[in-house]
């Protein structure tokens, strides 16, 4: 396995990410299981991997912490924190209130006394960026964080945080995790050249493309899936499902599993640095570590791009992160009585 640096960090991490959504109830429920499938990661090289308190209510931080134990120093560790954890509307969010106790709580539950990598989870509108990286540098100075970093946070924001942390004196965010895979490159435009313009380290989520780009959602075909179970509109995209079946002559003709192709897309631009992978099984992850060696040539890269062409997104992931000026009728429509010219 092949390390590269996190950012300006100095940090080196492997270019595949073992994520651990997929490590408790929402995904693998056998602690054993989901323990012998990190090992093996780790055994293949790699020596990045991120959690979340939220994924299943923090039973995947369990089970990372079991299967970190003898191992914790070989590994960077990350986790991340804003997602409710509670009915208490102050159980969530990147307030210093909620962000010290969720960081006291997922060390508690990963059985170690720092992490190298805490990411801000979501953007948080109601909250000063100012609070949250005010907190987040006492936590590094206390020595319970190595680095910060964020999550599916827009251009603007990391900007934005980038310049407060230079006036206010405060630790900057070194990391950003965006969606990216060759459905979903909206990301080239801006999030990825502000990300390398400071110095940040991009650790990509969802590559395949939240499932689609395994080849096992087709159009026309019911898909008998992990994932399908949980109706994510994204799996049943007809414009998503057409790209799809653009890519996968693209892949045969190449010579390789539609995995391979798009985990090798999203670890080919110079602007990210990790792709994660998320098994809930010992197949899956076998499928992707076989790949690991995949290098795409320019000629696929260009007709990767002609199908796709960069900067551009096919639909969303149902778990694509929507500001409130998207989300909210309010905020994209005048009162009706401004809507007219005259």
């Not at 827009?154 to 980038?162: K, L, R, T």
């Not at 509109?233 to 892949?251: F, G």
């Not at 900067?311 to 905020?331: C, F, H, R, S, V």
Request: include cysteine; charge should be negative.
């Amino acid at each position: 396995m092949k390390y590269r640096t996190l950012g300006r960090t100095g940090i080196k991490v492997s270019p595949y990410c073992l994520g651990a959504m997929m490590f408790g109830a929402i995904g693998n429920p056998d602690h054993d299981d989901s323990v012998r499938i990190i090992h093996k990661a780790l055994d293949a090289g790699i020596n990045f991997v991120d959690t979340a308190d939220a994924y299943s209510r923090g039973e995947s931080e369990e089970i990372v912490g079991k299967a970190l134990k003898g191992r914790r120093d070989d590994v960077v560790l990350a986790t991340k924190a804003h997602l409710p954890m509670g009915d208490d509307p102050n159980q969530r969010g990147n307030s210093r209130r909620w962000l010290v106790r969720a960081l006291e709580d997922s060390l508690r539950r990963l059985g170690t006394d720092h992490v190298d990598l805490f990411q801000i989870h979501r953007p948080a509108p109601d909250t000063d960026v100012e609070e949250t990286l005010s907190a987040l540098t006492d936590l590094v100075r206390a020595g319970k964080v190595r680095a910060i970093g964020t999550s599916s946070f827009p251009a603007s924001d990391i900007v934005e945080a980038q310049w407060v942390a230079e006036r206010r004196g405060l630790m900057r965010f070194r990391s950003e995790q965006p969606t990216y895979s060759i459905l979903n490159r909206g990301i080239e435009r801006e999030v990825l050249p502000v990300c390398e313009r400071y110095g940040m380290g991009a650790l990509v989520y969802s590559p395949l493309a939240g499932g689609l780009l395994t080849g096992r959602y087709r159009k026309g075909r019911q898909a008998d899936s992990h994932r399908a179970a949980f109706g994510f509109k994204h799996l049943s995209d007809e414009r998503r499902l057409d790209t799809v079946e653009q890519l996968i002559p693209l892949a045969d003709k190449a010579g390789m599993p539609l995995t391979h192709l798009a985990m090798a897309f999203a670890i080919a631009h110079p602007g990210v640095t990790s792709a994660i992978i998320g098994p809930r099984t010992m197949a899956h992850l076998d499928d992707l570590l076989a790949g690991a060696e995949t290098t795409l040539t320019e000629e696929i890269l260009d007709q990767i791009d002609a199908i796709v062409p960069p900067g551009t997104d096919i639909g969303t992931l149902d778990m694509a992160y929507n500001p409130p000026a998207i989300q909210e009728t309010a905020l994209r429509r005048r009162l009706p009585d401004e809507r007219s010219a005259a």
